[in-house]
T-cell receptor, first 111, second 115 residues
Framework: GDSVTQMEGPVTLSEEAFLTINCTYT??????LFWYVQYPGEGLQLLLK?????DKGSNKGFEATYRKETTSFHLEKGSVQVSDSAVYFC??????????FGKGTHLIIQP | SAVISQKPSRDICQRGTSLTIQCQVD?????MFWYRQQPGQSLTLIAT?????????ESGFVIDKFPISRPNLTFSTLTVSNMSPEDSSIYLC????????????FGPGTRLTVT
């Protein structure tokens, strides 16, 4: 079955540091890939997505590229802020089967 | 985007009792999904609910424990039956964006604590 593996945290960085959160997946066919974010005390919201190989999703300074050859969708940001502190989930979707999520990465940004 | 509300937002329940969680969407949708997020864990799909048909449950989840209703295209309920402390979780409903990307919008969640 489908699965998503992402680096587990917590990941602690200083403000303005470079961020990478690794995500790899296993799935048949051509799933869509997503990064969702859950800020403290808030609901789950979409951060970015990519629907086919080599697509790059981007939002709020975050980027991720759909790499089919390495089955990866790593999340990156060049300069993180304290307000980026949250839990980040990598997920994949294939039609009517709902989404498959990774375990989540807790990111802590220190001033 | 779809706006999704859930009731209650949180509850504390005694073991052996049942709780029904409501999910309301501001537009008509074909499919609604229910997920569970156990403390410190990821989201796990419980079932998919289509209007006019029986819900489809994922492995490890059964209808007797998590009965679902889907009376119309904007509303669904999930009942957590005969609760135990292991049912303490956040329960979320979601809907598909319907643009063939499989993106989903999520409700704010219901935080359930079973004592």
């Amino acid at each position: 079955g489908d699965s998503v593996t992402q680096m587990e945290g917590p990941v602690t960085l200083s403000e303005e540091a470079f961020l990478t959160i690794n995500c790899t997946y296993t799935a048949t066919g051509y799933p869509s890939l997503f990064w969702y974010v859950q800020y403290p005390g808030e609901g789950l919201q979409l951060l970015l997505k990519a629907t086919k190989a080599d697509d790059k999703g981007s939002n709020k300074g975050f980027e991720a590229t759909y790499r089919k050859e390495t089955t990866s969708f790593h999340l990156e940001k060049g300069s993180v802020q304290v307000s980026d502190s949250a839990v980040y989930f990598c997920a994949l979707g294939r039609g009517a089967d709902g989404l498959t999520f990774g375990k989540g990465t807790h990111l802590i940004i220190q001033p | 985007s779809a706006v999704i509300s859930q009731k209650p937002s949180r509850d504390i329940c005694q073991r052996g009792t049942s709780l029904t969680i409501q999910c309301q969407v501001d537009s008509q949708v074909t499919m609604m999904f229910w997920y569970r997020q156990q403390p410190g864990q990821s989201l796990t799909l419980i079932a998919t609910a289509n209007q006019g048909s029986e819900a489809t449950y994922e492995s490890g989840f059964v209808i007797d424990k998590f009965p679902i209703s889907r009376p119309n295209l904007t509303f669904s309920t999930l009942t957590v039956s005969n609760m135990s402390p292991e049912d303490s979780s956040i329960y979320l409903c979601s809907v598909d964006r319907l643009d063939s990307t499989y993106e989903q919008y999520f409700g704010p969640g219901t935080r359930l604590t079973v004592t």
